[in-house]
């Protein structure tokens, strides 16, 4: 998820330039939608915490944000190989393409699943678990 948002910037730092994503193999429509759901995550983060959102960079502040809208959609990595999610211990897998797939951390988040001979999670982004605690005590139990 944080990598998108890393393409998105690239896209606002160079003006939203039609031309830039046209080199850049990057469409223009889509990173688009993406302003526009920054300023609504923007909008829900100032929200649940009281105050603006300052800066993208503040990568915690968005896995924390992501982990209040995403929470029921966390797995966490189990000594067999596989990550589980938390509710239904589910068996998952990080999609071959994904950066993280190498790295094996310990909990994420994901977007959405896909399904052939193993289940593999796209859009995932690393989260810690007490966050889970914090952004959804009503789903989650300690």
Same mark, same amino acid.
């Given at each position: 998820? =944080?990598?998108?948002?890393?393409?998105?910037?690239?896209? #606002?730092?160079?003006?939203?330039?039609?031309? !830039?994503?046209?080199?850049?193999? =990057?469409?223009?429509?889509?990173?688009?939608?993406?302003?526009?759901?920054?300023?609504?995550? &923007?909008?829900?983060?100032?929200?649940?915490? +009281?105050?603006?959102?300052?800066?993208?960079?503040?990568? !915690? $502040? !968005?896995?924390? %944000?992501?982990?209040? +809208? =995403?929470?029921?959609?966390?797995? @966490? @990595?189990?000594?067999? +190989? /596989?990550?589980?999610?938390?509710?239904?211990?589910?068996?998952?897998?990080?999609?071959? $393409?994904?950066?993280?797939?190498?790295?094996?951390? &310990?909990?994420?988040?994901?977007?959405?699943?896909? +399904?052939?001979?193993?289940?593999?999670?796209?859009? !995932? %982004? /690393?989260? #810690?678990?007490?966050? =889970?605690?914090?952004?959804?005590?009503? @789903? @989650? /139990?300690?």
């Amino acid at each position: 998820m =944080l990598t998108l948002l890393n393409v998105y910037k690239f896209f #606002e730092e160079n003006r939203k330039s039609k031309s !830039i994503c046209k080199e850049n193999s =990057l469409n223009f429509h889509v990173l688009s939608q993406a302003n526009n759901i920054l300023n609504k995550l &923007k909008s829900l983060y100032c929200k649940r915490y +009281g105050n603006a959102l300052k800066s993208t960079n503040n990568d !915690i $502040s !968005i896995r924390k %944000c992501l982990t209040s +809208g =995403l929470f029921f959609n966390a797995a @966490y @990595y189990h000594h067999s +190989g /596989v990550y589980k999610t938390f509710r239904d211990n589910f068996d998952l897998n990080i999609h071959p $393409s994904s950066v993280l797939v190498s790295e094996r951390p &310990k909990y994420v988040l994901f977007h959405e699943v896909l +399904g052939s001979s193993q289940n593999f999670m796209k859009d !995932i %982004c /690393v989260i #810690e678990s007490d966050w =889970l605690l914090e952004e959804a005590p009503h @789903y @989650y /139990v300690k």
